[in-house]
């Protein structure tokens, strides 16, 4: 449960302290302090922390190829599971579906990214219509909470990719439930 909530903190957090030190070094502010312990985000990183959700055992098994690949209009060519984690991939590079699931923690998760949003100073544009409460975040990530069931869902990296994360979550979500 809190290895989970962990990871995709520091899956947010570490690339937008990264991002946001590279942007005060082009305006001449060098002094830039990780504010997380190294071993803490190693730790996060590699996954030996203790505990765990059990959903993140089977991150490719919550949604198939040929569901992904119908709802965003193209074929998904591979899947990859990592570090409780799955990301569909299309043969656009900018077409991908990256999706995390938690059904045993999700009030932590959905915890976590709100402290990581704020940390990073990341919008958070409230979402209508989806599970009880979703907003995108940094990089157009679509973050739900609905009930016990948590997501963060990356939906490619072009103009369309709200729009095909807004069509993504609802059949996520009913597969959940």
Known sequence: MLKH????????????VLCAACGQAEQGTTDVTDPLPTAAVTEAA???????????????SHVTDAEIG??????????????????????????F??????TEDAESSWQGV???????GAAENKVEGIGGEAF????????????????????????ETRERAKKLAPMILAKLK
């Open 46 to 60: 590699s996954g030996d922390a203790e505990g765990g959700a059990s959903s993140e055992a089977a991150a490719c």
């Open 5 to 16: 909530a962990i990871r995709l903190l520091m899956l947010m957090v570490i690339p937008l």
């Open 97 to 102: 579906v990256t999706l995390n699931v938690d």
């Open 114 to 120: 709100k402290i990581g949003n704020s940390l990073a």
């Open 136 to 159: 995108f975040g940094a990089r157009d990530i679509l973050y739900v909470k609905d009930g016990d069931i948590f997501l963060s869902l990356e939906a490619g990296f072009d103009t």
């Open 70 to 95: 119908e709802t965003i209009g193209k074929p998904v060519s591979r899947h990859e599971e990592n570090s409780g984690q799955c990301t569909y991939y299309t043969d656009d590079p900018l077409l």
